[in-house]
């Protein structure tokens, strides 16, 4: 994905359509700030409609940013780029999820769970809150974690007692690579004592 945006603010006319993506663009992580806050920000809206009243309400507000407005241009730019070669990204993976759940309903030929139990530690954007709100229709949810990022029907009264009565051990680690490593060895852990692990749904939303 950096790759592909380097080379769309490189491109002609790019230094005068981008002069502040241009000026920033040799600063340190540059491209990986740029792929990361363009991610982020296609997680935000669910519709377009839903980002315009935002972009409208900032501008009524008097907030404006050319270095905003210049990355959403250059977002589209992305967005076009890979519609145009039939490839996929996160965001667009939602998207697509969302529109066929609702108009076909829970693939036939995927075995569907009893229920999903899904911790999280950080409260979803709207793109995958709608979703998860699109999986809850067919699935039953248990919510671990900020539950006030859901849908009330997705954190019932059933939901926040079942939550609480489990005990939890939370473990920081320095990178995602040590957490990995751990979430490994635990897994192989309970193989080697007998275990199973075709019981076992892991779920990083991040």
Known sequence: RQDVLRDLVAKAGGAERFPELN?????????RKLDRSIQSGRLLFSTGAEEDALLEKLAAQGFSNPLREEARELAQEYLRWILTRGLWDAPQLLHAAVDRLEAEGWPGH???PERILYLTGQVPESLEKGFWEAIQREIPIRLIGPLQGMSPRAASEEDVSEAAARALAWERWHTLDDAAARLAAMVRARMDSGGSVQEDVVLIPD
């Open 110 to 112: 995927l075995r569907r």
């Open 23 to 31: 000026r920033l663009k040799r600063s340190s992580g540059f491209l």
